[in-house]
């Protein structure tokens, strides 16, 4: 079965300082992974997709398939970047998606 | 664009009653929906998928006798929690996917917050 896990529930961070947000999942085939994000009082929404390997705000993920890791990552975090960010897998590509429990960041002025 | 709505945004309910949650895409059709529950400071869990037109497909563990979805028209879909007990309280979310393919992003709606008394 898979699984998605977050080690951190909590993060913060100084404004400029660099945020690396951990995501590692388990499962037997080839995912899509996704990082998802929910600002203060706003829905659920797609922030990035690792087959589209694009920079999303700033923010990066590079699935490593070794480590079955699917790190956020981004240089000089802002304050407006503070939020929860859910990492999600998507192990047929069928959309289904598995989110892990998440991590609520906290850029810090 | 790419707006999905669902209807209440909290209901407070008694124990032994039936509860329906509507889900929306207001501005596309979205062939398929998706429900998720949220239990506090957890995550979310997919509950089911449904496919307009055709019966939704259950996650394991889900019941689909008490959490009956439709999904009758590309715009909406419902999940009604029948016989609700206080362990059904929950967040519960819906998402919508417009188009036929797989890869296509899902929209979040802002979620119900159901309380079972």
């Known amino acids: 079965a898979q699984r998605v896990t977050q080690p951190e529930k909590l993060l913060s961070v100084f404004k400029g300082a660099p945020v690396e947000l951990k995501c590692n999942y388990s499962?037997?085939?080839?995912?899509?992974l996704f990082w998802y994000v929910q600002y203060s009082r706003q829905r659920l929404q797609l922030l990035l997709r690792?087959?589209s390997r694009e920079s999303i705000k700033g923010f990066t993920a590079d699935l490593n398939k070794g480590e079955t890791s699917f790190h956020l990552k981004k240089p000089f975090a802002q304050e407006e970047d503070s939020a929860m960010y859910y990492c999600?897998?998507?192990?047929?590509?069928?959309?289904?998606?598995?989110f892990g429990t998440g991590t609520r960041l906290t850029v810090i002025p | 664009g790419a707006v999905v709505s669902q209807h209440p945004s909290w209901v407070i309910c008694k124990s032994g009653t039936s509860v329906k949650i509507e889900c929306r895409s207001l501005?596309?059709?979205?062939?398929?929906m998706f429900w998720y529950r949220q239990f506090p400071k957890q995550s979310l869990m997919l509950m089911a998928t449904?496919?307009?037109?055709?019966?939704?497909?259950?996650e394991q563990g889900v019941e689909k006798d008490k959490f009956l979805i439709n999904h009758a028209s590309l715009t909406l879909s419902t999940l009604t929690v029948t016989s609700a007990h206080p362990e059904d309280s929950s967040f519960y979310i819906c998402?919508?996917?417009?188009?036929?393919?797989?890869?296509?992003?899902?929209?979040f709606g802002p979620g119900t917050r159901l309380t079972v008394t």
């Open positions: 690792h087959i």
């Open positions: 499962y037997s085939g080839s995912p899509e």
């Open positions: 999600a897998l998507d192990p047929t590509g069928a959309n289904n998606l598995f």
């Open positions: 501005d596309f059709q979205a062939t398929t």
């Open positions: 449904s496919n307009e037109g055709s019966k939704a497909t259950y």
């Open positions: 998402s919508a996917r417009p188009g036929q393919g797989a890869r296509n992003e899902q929209y």
